[in-house]
Nanobody, 120 residues
């Protein structure tokens, strides 16, 4: 019913920037809270940033001041502006969204992930 697709990943040097996008598509759904998570090799999937439908944001301490999360409700798209990137930011980044459909009042959806590599 709902699909999340990430884009914008790639390779960047230390100190560089990237912007990730997450587009939600489907039919008969409303996107509530959204967020970004990441998983480095051999590590657990960790919270990065979240944004409510109303625009309230939260950030992990490790990215605070460097990353900015935003969303475009009209297009069901979320963004993550990543600045001052560090090698430790290297990970697969996953889009997460809580959606409301005709069947579920609060369904948790995940994208397939997109790789961000920061070279030292």
């Amino acid at each position: 019913q709902v699909q999340l697709v990430e884009s914008g990943g790639g390779l960047v040097q230390t100190g560089g920037s990237l912007r990730l996008s997450c587009a939600a598509s489907g039919s008969s759904f409303v996107v509530n809270d959204m967020g970004w998570y990441r998983q480095a090799p051999g590590q657990q999937r960790d919270f990065v940033a979240a944004i409510s439908r109303g625009g309230r944001t939260n950030y992990a301490d490790s990215v605070k001041g460097r990353f900015t999360i935003s969303r475009d409700n009209a297009n069901n798209t979320m963004y993550l502006e990543m600045d001052s990137l560090k090698p430790e930011d290297t990970a697969v980044y996953y889009c997460n969204a809580e959606v409301r459909t005709s069947r579920y009042s609060g369904m948790d959806s995940w994208g397939k992930g997109i790789l961000v590599t920061v070279s030292s």
